[in-house]
């Protein structure tokens, strides 16, 4: 049995597939995996519907996927049109069947059964083998819980989930071993190497000067925001408000493994959606560990809520140097819709926290939504406010707000008409890239951490109205603009010595 997984994501990492890849790899079967990265995608440079496939891509692609018995890809919904297209194309010249997996099939079904012969609703590395072993065994397999399928009049038929797995110490760690992966390289495809690796991980972030090693911890959330994917999951599972943990000695071994591997990893990202949800007896052994085994710089997620003094000494004595925490937004109506419920002075009081380690974390990032059509200037103003109060230096990461299918937000959204009930700009819309306006140039600036004099100033509720007006309000979009071309620079500049640093010259073909 021999099955093909293909990652259109702008990185590399992908950490579900490769879970799912060494879960099929413990069961026996044959895996064969496939990045298709994109810089610009990664930079915010364009819009995910900019891609061009190159025609050679298919061919290649094709080549990769002959005599194999199941092709499998990973789609988020900004990923849907490559993965619609490259679908529709392999079924072309590809015998194998095409199963969908990830958050796009999971809340849209139907959709994805257009393109995909197969999807995975919801968490899959049960049904993935289960649905490989009833193939390598030629019997049937439309019961296998999780499966969805279109059934012999067309219909489309949704199996029944499997509980959630809870002990997830039980999962072999993501697959790493590249002996037989590919990646889309100069726009072809090419196995990867150890230095290709190290050159994808690579990290556009000041904060790691090479590549970086992304782990998961935990699964689940303890919160629902609106617009959120775990708002998603939550509708379909009960329990995902209950975060189910791996143990610090299991995370610390996945690192170590991948560092055998990898031995140019410089650095560690914990992506759980908030790390510090952890109590601080597991804090205290993953810092004990972490600081004892693997000793590198690393970066983890907090909320205002989870901001412990004693869990962020406890991490930045192991070797926290970088946090993130999400603020979204500081006007309270915005909060209530997006079901947010911290008030501006437990998000100052936080980033006063982390500020006193100013030391060990320099400059921590701190998550806006910008670009909502339900604010009004007042909303704005109130956010204005709430950022200019916080402690610099920081980072601000600003997201434009997208309706993501399956999420509350975007149904109320639909149901109110701010938005068409085909609405189809979030298969589109890099959510990195957001208006040119006057109110985005001050969030940006205080990104930059201008001086304090001119922030003071901009914000200024009589300067921030007048600049809303059409006319400066278009000139502010203008500066903007060349802030952007600037970073995009730079960035080109930075990816440019990566690429000499781990690939050197005249590699590329």
């Known amino acids: 049995m021999r099955v093909v997984l293909i990652s259109p994501y702008s990185g590399i990492e992908a950490t579900g597939l490769r879970i799912m890849s060494a879960c099929l790899k413990e069961a026996g079967f044959t895996t064969r995996m496939i990045f298709l990265p994109d810089f610009l995608e990664a930079m915010a440079a364009k819009h995910y519907d900019a891609r061009q496939a190159a025609p050679e891509l298919i061919k290649q692609l094709a080549s990769l996927c002959q005599d194999v018995d199941l092709i499998g890809i990973t789609v988020m919904t900004p990923s849907y049109e490559l993965a619609a297209w490259l679908s529709d194309e392999l079924h072309v010249v590809c015998q194998a069947p095409i199963l969908w997996g990830g958050i796009h099939p999971t809340v849209c079904p139907e959709e994805c059964l257009e393109h995909a012969d197969l999807i995975c609703v919801g968490e899959g590395e049960r049904m993935m083998v289960e649905l490989c072993q009833r193939i390598a065994d030629g019997v049937a397999y439309t019961d296998v819980g999780n499966l969805g399928y279109r059934n012999a009049q067309g219909g489309v038929v949704l199996n029944s989930l499997y509980p959630l797995e809870q002990e997830l110490d039980r999962l072999p760690f993501p697959d790493y071993d590249y002996d037989d992966h590919y990646v889309l390289h100069d726009d072809r495809l090419v196995p990867f190497t150890e230095a290709l690796m190290h050159y994808y991980l ?27 994917v775990n708002n998603a999951y939550a509708a379909i599972y009960p329990g995902w408000s209950h975060i189910r943990r791996r143990s610090p000695a299991n995370v610390i071994a996945e690192i170590q493994a991948v560092r055998m591997r990898l031995p140019k990893i410089s650095a560690v990202i914990l992506r759980d959606d908030t790390f510090l949800a952890n109590n601080r007896d597991y804090i205290a052994e993953f810092s004990r560990l972490y600081k004892q085994e693997v000793d590198l710089p690393f970066r983890a997620y907090t909320t205002a809520q989870t901001a412990d003094p004693a869990k962020l000494e406890m991490l930045t004595a192991a070797g926290l140097c970088y946090v993130i925490m999400g603020i979204q937004s500081g006007a309270q109506r915005t909060k209530k819709a997006y079901q947010r419920r911290t008030s501006n002075q437990q998000i100052l009081d936080a980033t006063y926290v982390i500020h006193a380690l100013r030391a060990q974390i320099p400059r921590p990032a701190y998550d806006v939504i910008t670009d909502n059509p339900y604010e009004n200037d007042e909303d704005r103003f109130e956010t204005l406010q709430l950022v200019n109060a916080l402690p610099a230096p920081y980072r601000l990461s600003l997201y434009s707000l997208t309706f993501y299918p399956g999420t509350d937000l975007a149904r109320t959204a639909k149901a109110q008409g701010m938005i068409p009930v085909d609405d189809r700009n979030a298969y589109r819309r890099n959510f990195q890239m957001y208006h040119l306006d006057y109110y985005n140039l001050v969030l940006f600036c205080h990104s930059l951490n201008l001086p304090k004099l001119l922030l003071n100033v901009m914000v200024t509720k009589s300067v ?33 010595r990566r690429r000499l640093q781990w690939l050197g010259l005249g590699v590329s073909r």
């Not at 690579?202 to 617009?227: E, F, K, Q």
């Not at 500066?479 to 080109?492: D, E, Q, S, T």
């Open 202 to 228: 690579t990290d556009l972030g000041s904060w790691a000067s090479g590549p970086v090693y992304g782990v998961m911890t935990t699964r689940g959330c303890p919160y629902t925001c609106s617009y959120c």
């Open 464 to 496: 921030f109205y007048l600049f809303r007006h059409k006319p400066l309000d278009w000139l502010g979009g203008q500066v903007l603009a060349l802030f952007l071309a600037l970073r995009k620079r730079k960035n080109v500049k930075l990816y440019a």
